[in-house]
């Protein structure tokens, strides 16, 4: 089982960048593909970024694509989501989540079975 709590949220004027970061404990951050999700208010929970437990394979939803770049530093058990040229759209909580196998959709959110208590991200128009 793994720990995860979110932090680097906050108040951005749009055109401006956030880097969240996911920390995490237990053993198992480093054998595990990790996401990235968002909620925005009265919306579901939709996915925003993935990354394989090595890192060299991510995937990202057409929103955020070449907007964001997800990351992890293994030997830190630590996730990244560096967020670029932010809009008003990207207002939401942000959620880190381990994802429960190697197989699988990485847009899937029952694909994941562990989750952070999420960051709030507010983007200013």
């Known amino acids: 089982q793994v720990q995860l709590v979110e932090s680097g949220g906050g108040l951005v004027q749009a055109g401006g960048s956030l880097r969240l970061s996911c920390a995490a404990s237990g053993r198992s951050f480093s054998y595990s593909a990790m996401g990235w999700f968002r909620q925005a208010l009265g919306k579901e929970r939709e996915f925003v970024a993935a990354i394989s437990w090595r890192g060299d394979s991510t995937y990202y939803a057409n929103s955020v694509k070449g907007r964001f770049t997800i990351s992890r530093d293994n030997p830190k058990s630590t996730l990244y989501l560096q967020m670029n040229s932010l809009k008003f759209e990207d207002t939401a909580v942000y959620y880190c989540?381990?994802?429960?196998?190697?197989?699988?959709?990485?847009?899937?959110?029952?694909?994941?079975?562990?989750w952070g208590p999420g960051t709030q991200v507010t983007v200013s128009s």
């Open positions: 989540a381990r994802k429960r196998r190697a197989l699988g959709e990485e847009t899937r959110v029952d694909e994941y079975d562990q």
